[in-house]
Antibody
Framework: QVQLQESGPGLVKPSETLSLTCTVS????????WTWIRQPAGKGLEWIGR???????NYNPSLKSRVTMSVDTSKNQFSLKLSSVTAADTAIYYC???????????WGQGTLVTVSS | QSVLTQPPSVSGAPGQRVTISCTGSSSNIGAGYDVHWYQQLPGTAPKLLIY???NRPSGVPDRFSGSKSGTSASLAITGLQAEDEADYYCQSYDSSLSGSFFGGGTKLTVL
């Protein structure tokens, strides 16, 4: 059974860079789209972007200028960096596995990131 | 405003049937991209409920079903149970935006 686990700081200061890592266990990180999704408290889901091991990443146009994703196949991990954060970036951040038909079949439990000084 | 439009809330009594709609456009559902549905119980991560409009992952009860009509998709839940009370999200890919997007979510209340 594939499992995903997010890790990273729970508190980030405004204007700084949010950095999260997702560790994948129980399966290979190859052949899937590794995805970040976030959810502000009480609100809906927002797709941040995805990365594939052998292709360029795709980002949500609304976040594209601030987002960078990478994958480390040797560690079975992928990462998210979101720069110049504001309070509006406070949310639960989920990592998920995406398939060729764009469904997200496995999710991490989510990690709360708060942007505050 | 979401690329995919869902009603904010639906409700039904135990045992009843409810449906949740997901309206898209020519650049997502109308372009042939699949719609998937997720169930998010309070305080938990979303869980894949229906994929490719009509398919259920292993372990999902057959009380949950999906359908497609034109540029819309629907999720139906029959034999409502208290444990079905959750938020439900549809999701698809949009060619004009080059990415995946979720509907705004629908809160199901079991009366």
């Amino acid at each position: 059974q594939v499992q995903l686990q997010e890790s990273g700081p729970g508190l980030v200061k405004p204007s700084e860079t949010l950095s999260l890592t997702c560790t994948v266990s129980g399966g290979s990180i190859s052949r899937y789209y590794w995805t970040w999704i976030r959810q502000p408290a009480g609100k809906g889901l927002e797709w941040i972007g995805r990365i594939y091991t052998s292709a360029s990443p795709n980002y949500n146009p609304s976040l594209k200028s601030r987002v960078t994703m990478s994958v480390d196949t040797s560690k079975n991990q992928f990462s998210l960096k979101l720069s110049s954060v504001t309070a509006a970036d406070t949310a639960i951040y989920y990592c998920a596995r995406g398939t060729q038909t764009n469904r997200f079949d496995f999710w991490g439990q989510g990690t709360l990131v708060t942007v505050s000084s | 405003q979401s690329v995919l439009t869902q009603p904010p809330s639906v409700s039904g009594a135990p045992g009843q049937r409810v449906t949740i709609s997901c309206t898209g456009s020519s650049s997502n559902i109308g372009a042939g991209y699949d719609v998937h549905w997720y169930q998010q119980l309070p305080g938990t991560a979303p869980k894949l409920l229906i994929y490719g409009y009509t398919n259920r992952p292993s372990g999902v009860p057959d009380r949950f079903s999906g359908s497609k009509s034109g540029t819309s998709a629907s999720l139906a839940i029959t034999g409502l149970q208290a444990e079905d009370e959750a938020d439900y999200y549809c999701q698809s890919y949009d060619s004009s935006l080059s990415g995946s997007f979720f509907g705004g979510g629908t809160k199901l209340t079991v009366l």
